[in-house]
């Protein structure tokens, strides 16, 4: 298994990636990564790793795309760049795998789309990112901001996209997935929402229980969620956020007392878990569904482990035989 390592972009690239990197390959023993960035940079951080074996292959790009740039200047002018020259081989190479980037998200959605294709039937590709649920399960926000404007075609596309990603790489049996909207009642909702329920109701492919409200993301009732790329986007971000709001919040009421501080003392384990448990980095990164080869894109903010996760999740995409589901639900569709 081949996968390509876009290494600078991030808040904490190259480090972060290229320490991502190495954890990867002590896990997978049948897996080989391409890094791509400036060579000299990222030697130096292999040897600051004490890295010395034969499954890294760096591939010398000495610009870098920031998320200042334009998404379709990026491509067009900075093809010397870590991201675009990962495309470029994700393209044309047909042993490689997939990509996994922590780089600016428009230029990445951009130039996945024009230069790797979609698969056959699919409009636009979509993110799926993971967030875990109270059950100890997790549940899939389909889409979270590649497609702001989207039409109740595409919320079906996405929730076949959706389920064939939970089935293959999550073992999630038969996905439960369920449209966010502002009532659980059929008839809620503006019309993009009022004319995709009954198409979502009538795709055999998915197993759709119905409207869910925002309140409900994380309580395990549901395993995908389906909406437009700008609901949820908000979606996500006020969710991770609340979490490390309490977060914080917590850390400062137990030191306010000291009785509260004993009582932490007692808690200390539990209090790790739960740290652990909310914390958005420890469940990799957004895929890109919809594209012809694996597209992982990271949280800017990704440190090593999340990189790390994040190549695990390419590397179970590609294993797996999920396009080829895809492919077949929409022929049905």
Do not use: W
Request: include cysteine; glycine fraction near 10%; hydrophobic fraction near 40%.
């Amino acid at each position: 298994m081949k996968i390509i390592v876009d290494c600078f972009g991030g808040d904490k690239s190259p480090s972060a990636n290229v320490e991502g990197a190495v954890l990867a390959l002590k896990e997978h023993s049948d897996l080989s990564l391409i890094l791509t960035g400036d060579e000299n940079v990222i030697k130096t951080e292999l040897d600051r790793l004490g890295y010395t074996g034969d499954r890294i292959e760096i591939v010398h790009a000495p610009e870098v795309i920031t998320g200042e740039d334009k998404p379709t200047d990026a491509i067009r002018l900075k093809r010397e760049s870590s991201m675009i020259k990962a495309i470029a081989m994700l393209r044309k190479e047909p042993d490689i795998a997939g990509m996994v980037s922590t780089g600016a998200t428009g230029a990445l959605i951009a130039a996945a789309t024009l230069r790797i294709g979609r698969i056959r039937g699919i409009r636009r590709p979509a993110f799926c990112p993971l967030l875990p649920t109270m059950d100890g399960g997790i549940v899939g926000i389909c889409d979270s901001g590649a497609n702001v404007d989207i039409t109740p075609e595409m919320l079906v596309h996405q929730a076949i996209l959706g389920t064939a990603y939970l089935r293959n790489v999550y073992n999630v049996k038969d996905p439960r997935v369920a449209l966010l909207n502002i009532g659980v009642e059929s008839e809620k909702g503006d019309d993009l929402r009022k004319t995709a329920y009954p198409m979502l109701e009538a795709c055999g492919a998915i197993n759709f229980v119905g409207n869910m409200e925002s309140r409900d993301l994380l309580s395990g009732k549901y395993d995908l969620v389906v909406c437009d790329g700008f609901s949820g986007n908000v979606l996500v971000k006020s969710t991770e956020g609340t979490a490390l709001e309490l977060l914080k919040k917590l850390k400062k009421d137990i030191y306010s007392k000291t009785i509260y501080k004993l009582g932490a003392l007692l808690m200390k384990k539990m209090f790790m878990e739960e740290k652990e448990f909310m914390n958005y980095h420890n469940y990799g990164g957004s895929v890109l569904l919809g594209c012809e080869k694996t597209v992982v894109k990271g949280h800017g903010s990704s440190d090593a482990r999340a990189v790390k996760i994040c190549i695990d999740q390419a590397y179970r995409m590609s294993a797996g035989a999920m396009n080829a589901e895809i492919e077949a639900a929409l022929q049905q569709l």
